[in-house]
Protein backbone atom coordinates (compact mmCIF):
# COMPACT_ATOMS: atom_id res chain seq x y z
CA UNK A 1 0.00 0.00 0.00
CA UNK A 2 1.30 3.46 -1.00
CA UNK A 3 2.04 6.01 1.71
CA UNK A 4 1.66 8.36 -0.84
CA UNK A 5 -1.36 10.38 -2.12
CA UNK A 6 -1.21 11.40 -5.38
CA UNK A 7 -1.77 12.22 -8.53
CA UNK A 8 0.69 15.06 -8.19
CA UNK A 9 -0.50 18.26 -9.67
CA UNK A 10 -0.04 21.84 -9.63
CA UNK A 11 -1.12 23.49 -6.86
CA UNK A 12 -4.45 25.97 -7.37
CA UNK A 13 -3.55 28.15 -4.06
CA UNK A 14 0.31 27.70 -3.65
CA UNK A 15 1.63 26.69 -7.47
CA UNK A 16 5.09 26.34 -5.71
CA UNK A 17 4.41 23.20 -4.42
CA UNK A 18 2.76 20.14 -6.05
CA UNK A 19 -0.72 19.19 -4.58
CA UNK A 20 -1.94 15.49 -3.32
CA UNK A 21 -5.36 14.04 -4.25
CA UNK A 22 -6.89 15.55 -1.35
CA UNK A 23 -5.58 19.62 -2.40
CA UNK A 24 -3.10 19.61 0.09
CA UNK A 25 0.52 20.95 -1.01
CA UNK A 26 3.41 18.47 -1.02
CA UNK A 27 6.62 19.82 -0.46
CA UNK A 28 9.44 17.61 -2.60
CA UNK A 29 12.75 17.27 -1.06
CA UNK A 30 15.59 14.52 -1.10
CA UNK A 31 19.03 12.64 -2.20
CA UNK A 32 18.78 10.67 -5.81
CA UNK A 33 21.80 8.69 -7.23
CA UNK A 34 23.25 7.93 -10.65
CA UNK A 35 22.35 3.72 -10.17
CA UNK A 36 19.38 3.69 -7.78
CA UNK A 37 17.93 2.36 -11.13
CA UNK A 38 20.52 0.80 -13.34
CA UNK A 39 23.14 -1.14 -12.10
CA UNK A 40 26.62 0.06 -13.19
CA UNK A 41 30.18 -0.45 -12.54
CA UNK A 42 33.32 -1.51 -13.98
CA UNK A 43 33.46 -5.22 -15.16
CA UNK A 44 32.16 -7.37 -17.18
CA UNK A 45 28.67 -7.34 -14.89
CA UNK A 46 27.89 -4.38 -13.09
CA UNK A 47 27.01 -5.14 -9.37
CA UNK A 48 23.20 -4.94 -8.52
CA UNK A 49 22.12 -1.97 -6.79
CA UNK A 50 20.73 -2.66 -3.02
CA UNK A 51 17.62 -0.70 -4.09
CA UNK A 52 15.83 -1.65 -0.72
CA UNK A 53 18.38 -0.76 1.31
CA UNK A 54 18.76 3.02 -0.30
CA UNK A 55 14.97 3.53 0.36
CA UNK A 56 15.53 3.07 4.00
CA UNK A 57 18.54 5.31 4.33
CA UNK A 58 16.25 7.84 2.21
CA UNK A 59 13.35 6.61 4.64
CA UNK A 60 15.81 7.28 7.63
CA UNK A 61 16.42 10.65 6.34
CA UNK A 62 12.93 11.85 6.07
CA UNK A 63 13.38 12.12 2.70
CA UNK A 64 10.27 12.39 0.06
CA UNK A 65 11.59 12.72 -3.26
CA UNK A 66 13.76 10.87 -5.92
CA UNK A 67 15.24 11.02 -9.35
CA UNK A 68 14.47 7.61 -10.57
CA UNK A 69 17.97 7.75 -12.87
CA UNK A 70 18.69 6.08 -16.80
CA UNK A 71 21.19 5.97 -18.61
CA UNK A 72 21.47 5.66 -22.77
CA UNK A 73 25.18 4.19 -22.81
CA UNK A 74 25.75 0.62 -22.19
CA UNK A 75 29.66 1.42 -21.99
CA UNK A 76 31.34 4.74 -20.96
CA UNK A 77 34.05 6.21 -19.29
CA UNK A 78 34.80 10.03 -18.02
CA UNK A 79 38.31 8.68 -17.02
CA UNK A 80 40.13 5.94 -17.44
CA UNK A 81 38.37 3.00 -16.68
CA UNK A 82 35.33 1.50 -18.11
CA UNK A 83 31.55 1.44 -16.95
CA UNK A 84 29.26 -0.55 -17.74
CA UNK A 85 25.10 -0.17 -17.61
CA UNK A 86 22.39 -2.01 -17.56
CA UNK A 87 19.32 -3.27 -18.15
CA UNK A 88 18.24 -1.53 -21.36
CA UNK A 89 14.28 -1.23 -22.50
CA UNK A 90 15.40 -3.25 -25.41
CA UNK A 91 15.87 -6.83 -25.97
CA UNK A 92 19.72 -7.92 -27.06
CA UNK A 93 18.36 -10.54 -29.47
CA UNK A 94 22.04 -10.59 -31.47
CA UNK A 95 22.27 -12.88 -33.42
CA UNK A 96 25.51 -10.06 -34.15
CA UNK A 97 27.04 -8.43 -31.55
CA UNK A 98 27.22 -4.96 -30.40
CA UNK A 99 30.31 -2.77 -29.79
CA UNK A 100 30.70 -3.95 -26.45
CA UNK A 101 30.98 -7.35 -26.97
CA UNK A 102 26.84 -8.11 -26.01
CA UNK A 103 24.76 -9.24 -28.44
CA UNK A 104 23.16 -6.51 -30.46
CA UNK A 105 19.72 -4.52 -29.65
CA UNK A 106 16.72 -5.33 -31.15
CA UNK A 107 15.18 -1.88 -30.99
CA UNK A 108 11.62 -3.39 -31.98
CA UNK A 109 11.04 -5.42 -29.01
CA UNK A 110 10.83 -3.89 -25.65
CA UNK A 111 11.85 -6.08 -22.88
CA UNK A 112 9.62 -6.55 -19.61
CA UNK A 113 11.69 -7.33 -17.80
CA UNK A 114 13.23 -3.59 -17.52
CA UNK A 115 9.63 -1.87 -17.28
CA UNK A 116 9.03 -4.82 -14.25
CA UNK A 117 12.21 -3.10 -12.44
CA UNK A 118 10.97 0.20 -12.98
CA UNK A 119 7.08 -0.58 -11.66
CA UNK A 120 8.68 -2.54 -8.70
CA UNK A 121 10.99 0.19 -8.12
CA UNK A 122 8.84 2.76 -8.15
CA UNK A 123 5.99 0.63 -6.04
CA UNK A 124 8.46 -0.12 -3.27
CA UNK A 125 9.33 3.87 -2.67
CA UNK A 126 5.46 4.69 -3.12
CA UNK A 127 5.57 2.10 0.08
CA UNK A 128 7.84 4.34 2.04
CA UNK A 129 6.36 7.57 1.32
CA UNK A 130 8.55 8.49 -1.42
CA UNK A 131 7.13 10.19 -5.21
CA UNK A 132 9.37 8.82 -7.53
CA UNK A 133 10.47 11.43 -11.12
CA UNK A 134 11.13 8.41 -13.41
CA UNK A 135 14.26 10.04 -15.72
CA UNK A 136 13.14 9.34 -19.47
CA UNK A 137 16.80 9.64 -21.00
CA UNK A 138 20.02 11.09 -20.25
CA UNK A 139 22.42 13.24 -22.32
CA UNK A 140 24.85 14.25 -20.09
CA UNK A 141 26.29 11.54 -21.22
CA UNK A 142 26.37 11.74 -24.95
CA UNK A 143 27.95 15.13 -24.86
CA UNK A 144 30.09 14.84 -22.00
CA UNK A 145 31.63 11.48 -21.44
CA UNK A 146 34.76 10.15 -23.70
CA UNK A 147 34.99 8.69 -26.90
CA UNK A 148 34.77 6.32 -28.53
CA UNK A 149 32.17 5.24 -26.31
CA UNK A 150 29.77 8.48 -25.89
CA UNK A 151 28.89 6.84 -29.52
CA UNK A 152 30.24 3.35 -29.48
CA UNK A 153 28.60 2.26 -26.62
CA UNK A 154 24.74 3.96 -27.56
CA UNK A 155 21.68 1.47 -28.92
CA UNK A 156 21.09 4.08 -31.57
CA UNK A 157 24.90 2.98 -32.95
CA UNK A 158 23.89 1.33 -36.45
CA UNK A 159 26.83 -1.11 -35.27
CA UNK A 160 25.15 -1.82 -31.83
CA UNK A 161 21.44 -2.63 -33.05
CA UNK A 162 19.76 -5.33 -35.82
CA UNK A 163 17.40 -2.38 -37.21
CA UNK A 164 19.85 -0.30 -39.66
CA UNK A 165 19.00 2.43 -36.81
CA UNK A 166 21.73 5.30 -37.19
CA UNK A 167 21.20 7.82 -34.26
CA UNK A 168 24.66 9.42 -36.13
CA UNK A 169 24.08 10.15 -39.29
CA UNK A 170 26.60 12.93 -39.85
CA UNK A 171 29.44 10.55 -38.38
CA UNK A 172 29.71 13.36 -35.08
CA UNK A 173 31.54 10.62 -33.00
CA UNK A 174 28.68 11.81 -30.65
CA UNK A 175 24.80 11.10 -30.14
CA UNK A 176 23.39 14.15 -29.87
CA UNK A 177 21.13 14.00 -32.78
CA UNK A 178 19.39 11.53 -30.21
CA UNK A 179 17.94 13.96 -28.43
CA UNK A 180 16.47 16.03 -31.43
CA UNK A 181 13.57 15.74 -33.98
CA UNK A 182 16.29 15.02 -36.95
CA UNK A 183 15.71 11.60 -37.01
CA UNK A 184 11.91 10.32 -37.31
CA UNK A 185 12.98 6.52 -37.07
CA UNK A 186 14.55 7.04 -33.90
CA UNK A 187 11.68 9.48 -32.67
CA UNK A 188 8.88 6.79 -33.15
CA UNK A 189 10.99 4.33 -31.68
CA UNK A 190 11.92 6.47 -28.52
CA UNK A 191 8.10 7.09 -28.34
CA UNK A 192 7.26 3.82 -28.31
CA UNK A 193 9.55 3.50 -25.07
CA UNK A 194 8.18 6.41 -23.35
CA UNK A 195 4.60 4.69 -23.91
CA UNK A 196 5.45 1.74 -22.31
CA UNK A 197 7.35 3.46 -19.62
CA UNK A 198 3.91 5.31 -19.24
CA UNK A 199 1.73 2.59 -19.14
CA UNK A 200 4.10 0.68 -16.83
CA UNK A 201 3.26 3.38 -13.52
CA UNK A 202 0.40 4.92 -15.17
CA UNK A 203 -1.80 3.79 -11.94
CA UNK A 204 0.94 4.40 -9.49
CA UNK A 205 0.24 7.80 -7.69
CA UNK A 206 3.72 8.51 -6.56
CA UNK A 207 4.92 9.22 -9.55
CA UNK A 208 6.23 12.32 -12.22
CA UNK A 209 8.90 12.11 -15.10
CA UNK A 210 11.63 13.58 -16.28
CA UNK A 211 12.37 14.47 -19.91
CA UNK A 212 16.24 14.19 -19.85
CA UNK A 213 18.75 14.98 -17.82
CA UNK A 214 21.57 17.83 -19.06
CA UNK A 215 20.71 17.47 -22.80
CA UNK A 216 21.65 20.64 -24.51
CA UNK A 217 19.77 23.53 -26.15
CA UNK A 218 19.89 21.58 -28.80
CA UNK A 219 16.95 19.20 -27.24
CA UNK A 220 14.28 22.18 -26.91
CA UNK A 221 12.14 21.57 -29.69
CA UNK A 222 12.63 17.76 -29.14
CA UNK A 223 12.47 17.60 -25.42
CA UNK A 224 8.91 19.63 -25.49
CA UNK A 225 7.75 17.22 -27.82
CA UNK A 226 8.51 14.84 -25.07
CA UNK A 227 6.37 16.71 -22.45
CA UNK A 228 3.21 16.59 -24.85
CA UNK A 229 3.63 12.91 -26.16
CA UNK A 230 3.67 12.32 -22.20
CA UNK A 231 0.42 14.55 -21.53
CA UNK A 232 -1.18 13.51 -24.72
CA UNK A 233 -0.82 9.63 -23.58
CA UNK A 234 -2.22 10.18 -19.79
CA UNK A 235 -4.98 12.65 -21.02
CA UNK A 236 -7.14 9.37 -21.42
CA UNK A 237 -5.57 7.27 -18.86
CA UNK A 238 -6.86 6.59 -15.14
CA UNK A 239 -3.77 9.05 -13.69
CA UNK A 240 -2.29 12.39 -14.81
CA UNK A 241 1.39 13.18 -13.40
CA UNK A 242 3.56 16.13 -13.34
CA UNK A 243 6.21 16.14 -16.36
CA UNK A 244 9.52 18.64 -15.85
CA UNK A 245 12.46 19.60 -17.96
CA UNK A 246 15.19 19.97 -15.84
CA UNK A 247 19.04 22.33 -16.98
CA UNK A 248 20.00 21.97 -20.52
CA UNK A 249 23.33 22.08 -19.66
CA UNK A 250 26.35 21.16 -22.37
CA UNK A 251 29.54 23.33 -23.37
CA UNK A 252 28.91 25.74 -25.37
CA UNK A 253 25.36 24.72 -25.98
CA UNK A 254 23.40 25.10 -22.58
CA UNK A 255 19.95 26.40 -22.52
CA UNK A 256 18.81 29.38 -20.36
CA UNK A 257 16.24 29.15 -17.31
CA UNK A 258 14.35 32.07 -19.58
CA UNK A 259 13.76 28.76 -21.90
CA UNK A 260 12.89 26.40 -18.85
CA UNK A 261 10.16 28.62 -17.87
CA UNK A 262 9.14 29.57 -21.11
CA UNK A 263 8.48 25.13 -21.39
CA UNK A 264 5.19 23.09 -21.38
CA UNK A 265 6.84 21.01 -18.24
CA UNK A 266 4.73 21.27 -15.18
CA UNK A 267 8.16 21.73 -13.05
CA UNK A 268 12.01 22.66 -13.74
CA UNK A 269 15.36 22.88 -12.20
CA UNK A 270 17.11 25.63 -13.32
CA UNK A 271 20.98 26.17 -13.49
CA UNK A 272 22.98 28.92 -11.31
CA UNK A 273 22.29 32.04 -13.37
CA UNK A 274 19.89 34.01 -11.27
CA UNK A 275 21.31 33.27 -7.87
CA UNK A 276 20.15 29.77 -7.22
CA UNK A 277 22.94 28.48 -5.68
CA UNK A 278 24.45 31.35 -3.46
CA UNK A 279 21.37 33.66 -2.62
CA UNK A 280 18.06 31.47 -4.28
CA UNK A 281 15.78 34.21 -5.82
CA UNK A 282 11.93 33.86 -4.62
CA UNK A 283 9.85 31.04 -6.47
CA UNK A 284 6.99 32.91 -8.31
CA UNK A 285 5.07 30.34 -8.88
CA UNK A 286 5.33 30.52 -12.90
CA UNK A 287 6.52 26.69 -11.77
CA UNK A 288 7.27 24.34 -9.15
CA UNK A 289 11.26 24.49 -9.02
CA UNK A 290 13.07 21.43 -7.94
CA UNK A 291 16.38 22.89 -7.06
CA UNK A 292 19.07 20.36 -7.43
CA UNK A 293 22.76 20.10 -6.83
CA UNK A 294 23.16 18.19 -9.54
CA UNK A 295 22.72 21.77 -12.06
CA UNK A 296 24.01 23.82 -9.44
CA UNK A 297 27.38 22.32 -8.29
CA UNK A 298 27.27 19.15 -9.96
CA UNK A 299 28.44 17.38 -6.68
CA UNK A 300 27.99 20.23 -3.98
CA UNK A 301 25.69 22.36 -1.74
CA UNK A 302 25.20 22.27 2.06
CA UNK A 303 22.70 22.76 4.37
CA UNK A 304 22.47 26.45 4.50
CA UNK A 305 21.66 25.52 0.63
CA UNK A 306 18.98 23.71 1.22
CA UNK A 307 17.36 26.05 4.04
CA UNK A 308 17.87 29.28 2.02
CA UNK A 309 16.19 27.42 -1.24
CA UNK A 310 13.56 26.32 1.30
CA UNK A 311 12.52 29.72 3.03
CA UNK A 312 12.62 31.34 -1.19
CA UNK A 313 9.62 28.82 -2.15
CA UNK A 314 11.75 26.06 -4.04
CA UNK A 315 11.89 21.91 -3.21
CA UNK A 316 15.87 21.44 -2.79
CA UNK A 317 16.95 18.16 -4.26
CA UNK A 318 20.35 16.64 -4.06
CA UNK A 319 22.96 14.98 -6.11
CA UNK A 320 24.21 12.34 -3.69
CA UNK A 321 27.59 10.77 -4.16
CA UNK A 322 25.74 7.06 -1.88
CA UNK A 323 27.55 4.12 -2.54
CA UNK A 324 27.92 0.71 -0.26
CA UNK A 325 29.52 -2.73 -0.38
CA UNK A 326 27.85 -4.69 -2.51
CA UNK A 327 27.74 -8.48 -3.25
CA UNK A 328 29.92 -9.82 -6.20
CA UNK A 329 28.19 -13.28 -7.88
CA UNK A 330 30.99 -15.38 -5.66
CA UNK A 331 29.37 -13.85 -2.25
CA UNK A 332 32.98 -11.72 -1.80
CA UNK A 333 32.84 -8.23 -0.74
CA UNK A 334 32.99 -5.63 -2.84
CA UNK A 335 32.53 -1.86 -3.46
CA UNK A 336 31.20 -0.73 -6.45
CA UNK A 337 32.09 3.08 -6.67
CA UNK A 338 31.61 3.93 -10.06
CA UNK A 339 30.80 7.28 -8.92
CA UNK A 340 34.24 7.67 -8.78
CA UNK A 341 34.10 8.52 -12.65
CA UNK A 342 32.17 11.56 -11.92
CA UNK A 343 33.34 13.04 -8.83
CA UNK A 344 36.99 12.01 -9.17
CA UNK A 345 37.11 11.08 -4.92
CA UNK A 346 35.47 8.36 -2.54
CA UNK A 347 31.92 8.19 -2.81
CA UNK A 348 30.20 7.47 0.39
CA UNK A 349 31.81 10.70 2.54
CA UNK A 350 29.99 11.86 5.76
CA UNK A 351 30.73 15.47 4.88
CA UNK A 352 27.52 15.44 3.03
CA UNK A 353 25.75 14.20 5.66
CA UNK A 354 24.66 17.65 6.80
CA UNK A 355 22.68 18.40 3.75
CA UNK A 356 21.48 14.92 3.86
CA UNK A 357 20.14 15.54 7.52
CA UNK A 358 18.93 19.18 6.67
CA UNK A 359 16.80 18.02 3.78
CA UNK A 360 14.74 15.74 6.17
CA UNK A 361 14.43 18.89 8.79
CA UNK A 362 13.37 21.10 5.82
CA UNK A 363 10.48 18.39 5.05
CA UNK A 364 9.31 17.83 9.26
CA UNK A 365 8.85 21.75 9.21
CA UNK A 366 7.19 22.09 6.15
CA UNK A 367 4.36 19.40 7.41
CA UNK A 368 4.03 21.53 10.44
CA UNK A 369 3.22 24.74 7.99
CA UNK A 370 -0.21 25.75 6.05
CA UNK A 371 2.33 25.31 2.89
CA UNK A 372 -1.73 26.35 0.78
CA UNK A 373 -0.66 29.79 2.56
CA UNK A 374 3.05 29.91 3.01
CA UNK A 375 4.92 32.59 1.02
CA UNK A 376 8.34 33.92 0.46
CA UNK A 377 8.79 37.04 2.70
CA UNK A 378 12.24 37.99 2.79
CA UNK A 379 11.01 41.61 3.49
CA UNK A 380 9.59 40.77 7.11
CA UNK A 381 12.84 39.45 8.40
CA UNK A 382 16.81 40.84 9.00
CA UNK A 383 18.36 37.94 7.55
CA UNK A 384 16.35 38.14 3.86
CA UNK A 385 15.15 33.99 4.25
CA UNK A 386 11.47 33.86 5.30
CA UNK A 387 8.57 31.90 4.57
CA UNK A 388 5.74 32.78 5.96
CA UNK A 389 1.86 33.39 6.23
CA UNK A 390 1.60 36.82 7.73
CA UNK A 391 -0.03 36.60 10.82
CA UNK A 392 -0.05 33.15 11.20
CA UNK A 393 3.60 31.52 11.20
CA UNK A 394 7.00 32.43 10.29
CA UNK A 395 9.66 30.50 9.03
CA UNK A 396 13.06 32.29 9.20
CA UNK A 397 16.64 31.41 8.20
CA UNK A 398 19.58 33.53 9.76
CA UNK A 399 22.61 32.43 8.19
CA UNK A 400 25.13 34.37 10.36
CA UNK A 401 22.94 33.42 13.99
CA UNK A 402 22.94 35.60 16.80
CA UNK A 403 20.24 38.43 16.41
CA UNK A 404 17.77 38.38 13.62
CA UNK A 405 14.63 41.24 12.93
CA UNK A 406 11.16 39.69 12.28
CA UNK A 407 8.52 42.19 11.34
CA UNK A 408 5.19 40.59 13.01
CA UNK A 409 2.93 43.80 12.25
CA UNK A 410 0.46 41.69 10.87
CA UNK A 411 0.18 39.48 14.08
CA UNK A 412 -1.90 39.70 16.58
CA UNK A 413 -2.21 38.25 20.11
CA UNK A 414 0.81 36.30 21.27
CA UNK A 415 2.96 33.67 19.22
CA UNK A 416 5.17 30.69 19.82
CA UNK A 417 8.73 30.64 19.22
CA UNK A 418 11.09 27.81 18.12
CA UNK A 419 14.57 27.90 17.69
CA UNK A 420 16.35 24.99 15.78
CA UNK A 421 19.84 24.52 15.08
CA UNK A 422 20.69 23.09 11.70
CA UNK A 423 23.49 21.72 12.95
CA UNK A 424 22.96 19.26 15.73
CA UNK A 425 19.10 18.38 14.54
CA UNK A 426 17.70 20.21 18.10
CA UNK A 427 14.84 21.92 18.50
CA UNK A 428 14.18 24.48 21.54
CA UNK A 429 11.03 26.02 22.85
CA UNK A 430 11.54 29.93 23.67
CA UNK A 431 8.33 31.38 25.21
CA UNK A 432 6.18 33.69 23.58
CA UNK A 433 6.26 37.00 21.78
CA UNK A 434 3.93 39.55 21.26
CA UNK A 435 2.41 40.44 17.23
CA UNK A 436 1.89 43.97 15.93
CA UNK A 437 5.52 45.23 15.41
CA UNK A 438 8.72 44.23 14.43
CA UNK A 439 10.65 42.88 17.11
CA UNK A 440 14.28 41.32 17.44
CA UNK A 441 15.28 37.57 17.88
CA UNK A 442 18.11 36.02 19.42
CA UNK A 443 19.36 32.62 18.61
CA UNK A 444 20.37 30.86 22.13
CA UNK A 445 23.39 28.96 20.27
CA UNK A 446 25.90 29.72 18.43
CA UNK A 447 26.19 29.22 14.48
CA UNK A 448 23.80 29.72 11.88
CA UNK A 449 19.48 29.10 13.21
CA UNK A 450 16.16 28.37 11.79
CA UNK A 451 13.52 30.82 13.81
CA UNK A 452 10.11 29.17 13.57
CA UNK A 453 7.36 31.69 14.80
CA UNK A 454 3.82 30.67 14.39
CA UNK A 455 0.27 31.58 16.57
Known sequence: ?????????????????????????????????????????????????????????????????????????????????????GPFPWKRTGPAAALDGKPAFDLSALDDAYFDRLR???????????YVSVM???????????????????????????????????????????????????TKIQEAYVARVVDAVNDLDNVLYEIA?????????WQHHMIEFVHDRERSMPQQHPV????????????????????????????????YRDDPPPADGRKVVLS?????WGIGGNHAWAWMSFCRGHNPLFMDPYARPDRTSD?????????????????AEPKWDPIRANLGHTLSYA?????????????????????????????????????????????????????FNPRTGEATAAGRVSGGAKLTLTAPFEGDAVAFVRS
Open 1 to 85: MSRTNGPLRVCDRNPRYFADATGAPVYLTGSHTWSNFKDMGRGEGPPRFDFDEYLAFLERLNHNFIRLWTWELSTFSYHDDLVRA
Open 120 to 130: ARVAAAGERGI
Open 136 to 186: LFEGHGLHASKEPWCSDGHPFNAKNNVNGIDGDPDRTGRMLATNTLAIPEV
Open 213 to 221: NESGAYSTE
Open 244 to 275: GMTFQWCKDKAGTNHGLFASPADWISPNPNGG
Open 292 to 296: DTDHL
Open 331 to 347: GKDATARWTDHLSGGPA
Open 367 to 419: RRMDLAEATPHGELAGSGYCLAAPGKEYLVYAPEGGEVTLDLGAATGELEVEW
